[in-house]
């Protein structure tokens, strides 16, 4: 048994208990905890802070169900914390070479092992993920995105051209400025079907700029002539 919390420190733990809930300590529960704690590979350190978060835990309880704490007490809290740490761990390879397998599985074990104990402070929050193509990828990738299949539009509204050859081929290399769907993904109705791109999806795609007040009158003339060949 590897030991990671020694008989000295086991009878520190102890005695920070005692302190707290006025136990008496014995030689048996120096040798209990010793055989317990480095079981469980629980250093002092981890030890010390499960100890605390167990005694902060038990001031909300109501002081006739409080009760003291054992050693799955302080392993399991232990381990939670350990947890917490490593909950934004993030792994730094070499910036200055490739590394083997063998060296990988070593390099992330040891910076694994730093955040989990404490030595080494994790990030606080994980990097956020940007979607999308990197900006220098957009213009290469202009032109290559194929227009879908026609679909039935059930608003009404900005309705895409009749020939589906018509819609440019480049469209989804822009957000849809209608729709919102993201750069990549194709145009859907408000019931999630998919669509052709969105007139406004075209026109930015192709260097113009987005004006919602003449999206909207194109709407209302489309309507307006649809309900005309209705009634005709």
Known sequence: MIETISPEEIGDVLGLAAARDQRTVG????????????AARVTFADARQALTRFYVQQAAIPADRRFRVTTPDVIELARKIRNERVANFIYEPPADREESGIEFRARYRAQLDAVASGRVAAPPHRPALEGGPAPALVPKLRGLLRALPDAEDDTGGDTAPADAAEVSVGAMTVQCPRCKARIGRPCKTPSGRRRPPHPSRVQVAAGGTYDPSAAYAEEQRRRAASEAALTA
């Open 27 to 38: 030689d048996g529960d120096v040798l209990a905890w010793y055989d317990d704690l480095n």
